[in-house]
């Protein structure tokens, strides 16, 4: 299976316990705009058909080449087609898990203040990072505020790309030019947008700025 590289831009996560036939025609909207990846955050219902949820948004992401990952449960990835798994937290046995995948794969760490875990990532040869949190956000109210100081340090200890994550809206994106960055890391920004497309055109619009 090809594994498609993340391209710079909007990164959509979307939220499972979300209505799926809502979230499902949301998606076939979005994907017809400039998406960089689709990650699939591990917030499943205790009922929720996992497998089939996964391979309904491969589906929808397949024809248009936008990769595809899961939220931790990188184990999905030895019997789904999806193209990588991004870590909340650095995998302790991240060695054993790349022999069980045996594949290749994309990869991805969410990070905070601590250069550490920058430097884990990049001794790892991850292929992004994602600061989280930039701004109070109701989606990521387990992130502590990132210091945009580790964020412009990033660059010099980290080659692959970088996101932003947490409580980012078109209208606080100006507070970000400063910053060295990739791209943006979007949850009901999108996702909780009556125009999910016209949402991702304003973020965009606010990128190429």
């Given at each position: ?64 080449d936008?990769p ?41 760490l ?36 990132v210091n ?62």
């Open positions: 299976m090809r594994t498609p590289a993340i391209q710079p831009g909007i990164y959509l996560i979307i939220d499972p316990s979300m209505n799926e036939d809502v979230l499902f025609n949301k998606l076939e909207v979005i994907v017809k705009e400039n998406i960089s990846a689709i990650q699939v955050w591990d917030h499943f219902q205790d009922e929720q058909s996992v497998e089939g949820f996964l391979l309904k948004i491969c589906q929808i992401a397949r024809p248009f936008i595809v990952l899961i939220n931790n449960q990188w184990k999905y990835l030895t019997k789904m087609p999806l193209h990588g798994v991004h870590f909340d937290e650095a995998p302790e046995n991240y060695e054993d898990i790349r022999k069980m995948i045996n594949r290749a794969f994309i990869t991805g969410t990070c905070n203040n601590h250069l550490s875990q920058i430097r884990w990532a990049s001794e790892n040869n991850f292929d992004y990072i994602s600061f989280c949190s930039l701004f109070p956000s109701a989606t990521a109210n387990s992130c502590e505020l945009f100081e580790t964020v412009q340090q990033a660059k010099t200890v980290f080659k692959g790309s970088v996101f932003l994550a947490g409580g980012i809206i078109p209208g606080n994106m100006p507070l970000l030019e400063e910053l060295d960055y990739d791209g943006i890391a979007i949850v009901s920004g999108i996702m909780g947008s009556e125009n999910p497309a016209e949402a991702i055109r304003n973020y965009i619009q606010q990128l190429k700025k």
